[in-house]
């Protein structure tokens, strides 16, 4: 029974962090164009034709 308690509490827990730091991004306009042009540029990196050339790059030093 604690168990299935301390799981909801900590379950609890998590998603008021979340909100808080969503309320951070909401509430802070510089922090939230930093993230969101740091977050295109991470996708971007992932892209399959970069990861094709990373593998490629990979294969070739063997």
Do not use: H, P
């Not at 909100?19 to 909401?26: A, F, N």
């Not at 510089?30 to 977050?39: G, H, I, R, T």
């Not at 971007?44 to 490629?56: D, I, K, P």
């Amino acid at each position: 029974m604690w168990t299935m308690v301390k799981r909801v509490l900590d379950t609890v827990a998590v998603s008021r962090t979340i909100c808080e730091k969503i309320e951070v991004l909401l509430s802070n306009l510089d922090l939230k164009e930093f993230m969101s042009k740091a977050a295109i540029k991470r996708a971007n990196q992932m892209s399959w034709g970069n990861v094709a050339l990373r593998m490629e790059k990979y294969y070739e030093s063997f």
